[in-house]
C-alpha cells in the first residue's frame, strides 16, 4: 500500500453527534466533562485515545476550536506523535503553529494556502514541515506522509465534513469509536460523518460496509465498537 494504513477514532453521542451543538462555541471536551452521568466515565476515552497510532491526522479549524491559538503554558511535549494538520482557510494563527510546534514531536501542515503563517515559521522551528498543494488531494496528502516521513499507520481525528471526505475517497480503513451514554440532538449538530449526501441509487456504491472487530462494554455505561472497513473493488 503506498498509504498507511487509516483508523478512524472518535469519541460520539449515542446518536452519532460528534460536538455537543451547532457552534464552535460548544466542544466535548470542555462541556461534556460538566455533565453528571457523562463526565464520570469519559477518561476512558482519552486513555484510549493515547493508545493510537503515532501519526495524528486533523485539521486547522479543530485545532483552533480547542484554543491552540490562545494558549500561552508550555505544552507537554510528545516527543513520538507527529501532527498531520489540514488547515487552508487558515485557522490557525502564528501562535497556533508555536504551540503545535512546542507541543508535537513533529507538525505537518498541509494547505492549499499559501500566505499561511507557517511558512514565515519554518526556520525558527527543525520539527515543522509544510506540504503545499494547488488542490487538496486526500489521497496525495496521505502517499506523501507515507512516502516523506514514514508513516505506516494514521490515526484520523478531524471534524464531520473531513471525514465525510476521507469516506467518500475510500481512504478509511478501519473505525474505532467510543460511544458515550448521551443523546445530543439537532439537525445542525456535527455527525461522525457530515459533508454530501448521495441523491441517487448510482451512488450506493459510495456508502462503506463494515465488519465488526469488537465491541467492548466500558465502565459507566460507555461502549468500544471496532470496526474494519470494506473497501470498494475494482468491479465497483
Not at 507541543?103 to 506540504?131: C, K, Q
Not at 440532538?185 to 462503506?208: F, Y
Amino acid at each position: 500500500m503506498s498509504r498507511p494504513i487509516t483508523t478512524l477514532f472518535m469519541l460520539e453521542s449515542l446518536d452519532g453527534k460528534i460536538n455537543s451543538g451547532n457552534s464552535d462555541a460548544l466542544d466535548v471536551d470542555r462541556d461534556w466533562p460538566t455533565i453528571p452521568g457523562l463526565r464520570e466515565g469519559l477518561q476512558q476515552y482519552y486513555d484510549i485515545e493515547q493508545t493510537t497510532d503515532t501519526f495524528s491526522l486533523n485539521t486547522g479549524r479543530v485545532m483552533a476550536k480547542i484554543g491552540v491559538n490562545e494558549r500561552t503554558e508550555e505544552p507537554e511535549k510528545m516527543d513520538v506523535v507527529t501532527f498531520v494538520i489540514i488547515d487552508n482557510a487558515p485557522h490557525l494563527t502564528e501562535r497556533g503553529v508555536d504551540y503545535l510546534c512546542r507541543w508535537t514531536g513533529r507538525l505537518v501542515l498541509v494547505t492549499t494556502n499559501s500566505e499561511h503563517p507557517a511558512f514565515g515559521m519554518r526556520e525558527r522551528y527543525d520539527n515543522l514541515e509544510i506540504l503545499r498543494y494547488d488542490e487538496l488531494d486526500l489521497a496525495q496528502v496521505l502517499t506523501d506522509v507515507h512516502e516523506k516521513f514514514g508513516a505506516e499507520r494514521l490515526t484520523i481525528q478531524s471534524g464531520g465534513n473531513m471525514n465525510g471526505r476521507f469516506l467518500r475517497e475510500d481512504l478509511i480503513d478501519f473505525v474505532n469509536i467510543v460511544v458515550a451514554p448521551v443523546l445530543v440532538g439537532g439537525r445542525d449538530t456535527s455527525t461522525l460523518i457530515d459533508g454530501d449526501a448521495i441523491s441517487s441509487p448510482a451512488e450506493l456504491d459510495k456508502i462503506r460496509p463494515m465488519k465488526l472487530i469488537e465491541c467492548k462494554a466500558l465502565d459507566d455505561s460507555y461502549v468500544q465498537l471496532r470496526y474494519e472497513v470494506i473497501h470498494r473493488t475494482i468491479e465497483g
